[in-house]
């Protein structure tokens, strides 16, 4: 009932941008953190990003300096602006967030996303 669900995934070439969403539905909540992880085939899933809810967001090295994460948290949406895209950023994007209830706080929520496919290809 309480989900989330990304967008925003395509495909790419090397060098261009796409900008994923992870909205959360099904309640009366808000989103507390939420992360960014990816997988690539052959390969462990690794976290990409983070975002708290103070706004502050940390990043993998291999994405820093291309990638941003944010939030809005009226829409409960967290994004990851992802620019200068390489073939080795090709892979199924998912969402991570912690929601807590806004009429119980000791009522908590952890979701994962479907995923998103992100191709980076010429």
């Known amino acids: 009932q309480v989900h989330v669900v990304e967008s925003g995934g395509g495909l790419v070439q090397p060098g261009g941008s796409l900008r994923l969403s992870c909205a959360a539905s099904g309640g009366t909540f808000t989103i507390d953190w939420a992360g960014w992880y990816r997988q690539a085939p052959g390969k462990q899933r690794e976290l990409v990003a983070i975002i708290n809810n103070a706004q502050m967001a940390t990043y993998a090295d291999s994405v820093a300096g291309r990638f941003t994460i944010s939030r809005d948290n009226a829409k409960k949406v967290v994004f990851l602006q992802m620019n200068s895209l390489k073939h080795e950023d090709t892979a199924v994007y998912l969402c991570?967030?912690?929601?807590?209830?806004?009429?119980?706080?000791?009522?908590?929520?952890?979701?994962w996303g479907q995923g998103t496919q992100v191709t980076v290809s010429s």
């Open positions: 991570n967030a912690h929601l807590v209830s806004d009429v119980a706080e000791t009522q908590a929520y952890d979701r």
